[in-house]
DNA sequence: AGAATTCAGTGAACGGTGTTTACAGAGTTG
DNA sequence: CAACTCTGTAAACACCGTTCACTGAATTCT
């Protein structure tokens, strides 16, 4: 019945399992813990075993970083079903607080997939459902696009889009056009203005922002309860997009 | 002449090599490749002398980090000397541009600073100026905080401060009006109300945001040029500050 | 001045690391 | 059954942080 050879079934096994140790190592001791040793002993074989499956610990790494964004994907996704379809509003809280919730769960996981200086992060999410590339944040920016176009949203002039920057968010604006497309909702450039597309920007500007300052402990001063302060900006960064308060 | 004896001075003398080397290796090599014995190395000597000198290698880093804190800070007062000590609004577009400008000129730097899950990260600048102790982010809310309590901004309303952060944003508040205080700048807490101390550190949220985005380089999109981006927001920043446009 | 003490630096050692190499042996394929 | 593929091994290399007993110069004490 299975297609797989048994060799291949044994592969796939193994190599989930190297994954799973790796993780493990990554949220109880840091990225540093991480070690082809550890792993290898924790799985009872031998180090140098783990060069059929990576070709470095750098390569195992990298391979986590897309594991990882894939998961989050998927939680969030989850947090997304979990909300009306028609409750545009929520369904951003929900995603936006998922990444927070997330984020502040999964600290080491969430420095090395949004602060590694490491250049080489390849896509990330499940790339055969959507092959856009090599940049990240996509894995809450589809989401916003996705319900950005789906609701006929009054834009608020005011920031006005700095004009070279008109060619580089037209690129996004194909990327997130084409992605809420692909999603079954219909949309074309005119629902997803450049406008639009520029306050999405600045929104992942501010919500990554709060999100990594919380992580590193980087605010400026000690708040005993951050979540205010967080609910506080989502809803002013709604309110400039035309969305009335929940 | 000196009271320092000769013991003393050498002491001084290799401590400041130690740092300097630590240093090269971080920017060339990043922080993996500050090691002991890379430094000892290159100094001439072993590696457990540096023991003599730090108690591991992760104090190292730590004291390391606070050197880079110290010189972020000159590096932005020197910035600040060059401005017209009455034109306010090009002061704090100087200090934002100039933490951005570093931080992409020293990412290893950055990360270190910015971006480390190590929870330990101690008071930062020279603590003998102002020991106001763990928290970081200062360096750059320090000088907004004494820039904008020496401009009579109106506050423009909206963001309503929400209440459960009050006794936290008091903290703060006080915090930066002694800080402005020591200046020599008079100043009390009419001056900076809850809801500019609210929107300072939102305003740090944004700036930093956009700086890790970029040094990173976890932009959803790739800009062929980000500084336009970063420039429009901090021209809405100063607005919704009440500052007029440049 | 000479003895006592402090202290920066050494060399050896321990256990850890990534990575390469040559080699075994099971799984698969002709 | 032979030929081949591929996962795992053991040994080795060059690193790493850290500890320890030690030397010898700089300093301090008497």
Redesign the pocket.
């Known amino acids: 019945m299975t297609e797989a050879?048994?060799?291949?079934r044994?592969?796939a096994e193994?190599e989930r399992d190297i994954r799973r140790q790796a993780r493990a190592l990554l949220v109880a001791r840091g990225r540093d813990a991480?070690?082809?040793?550890?792993i290898?002993?924790e799985l009872?074989?031998?180090?140098?075993?783990l060069?059929?499956?990576y070709d470095?610990?750098?390569d195992l790494l990298h391979q986590l970083a897309d594991d990882i964004c894939t998961d989050l994907a998927r939680e969030l996704d989850a947090d997304l079903a979990r909300i009306p379809s028609d409750d545009v509003t929520e369904q951003v809280y929900a995603v936006c607080r998922g990444f927070r919730r997330w984020a502040l769960a999964h600290p080491q996981e969430f420095a090395l997939v949004f602060a590694s200086t490491e250049t080489t992060l390849g896509g990330c999410g499940p790339d055969d459902r959507h092959q856009v590339g090599d940049q990240f944040g996509r894995v809450f920016l589809e989401v916003a696009g996705r319900l950005i176009a789906g609701h006929p949203a009054p834009e608020p002039g005011p920031p006005d889009v700095p004009e070279s920057l008109h060619a580089d968010l037209e690129v996004f604006q194909r990327v997130l056009v084409d992605t809420v497309n692909a999603r079954g909702v219909p949309a074309d450039d005119d629902l997803l203005p450049l406008s639009a597309v520029y306050h999405i920007t600045q929104s992942w500007v501010r919500l990554y922002g709060h999100v990594a300052l919380e992580v590193f402990g980087r605010f400026p001063f000690a708040m005993s309860n951050p979540e205010p302060m967080f609910d506080s900006m989502l809803a002013e960064i709604l309110g400039e997009m035309g969305f009335t308060g929940r």
């Open positions: 050879t048994r060799r291949e044994l592969r193994t991480v070690t082809l040793r550890a290898a002993r009872g074989i031998t180090a140098p075993a060069y059929r499956y470095s610990r750098e």
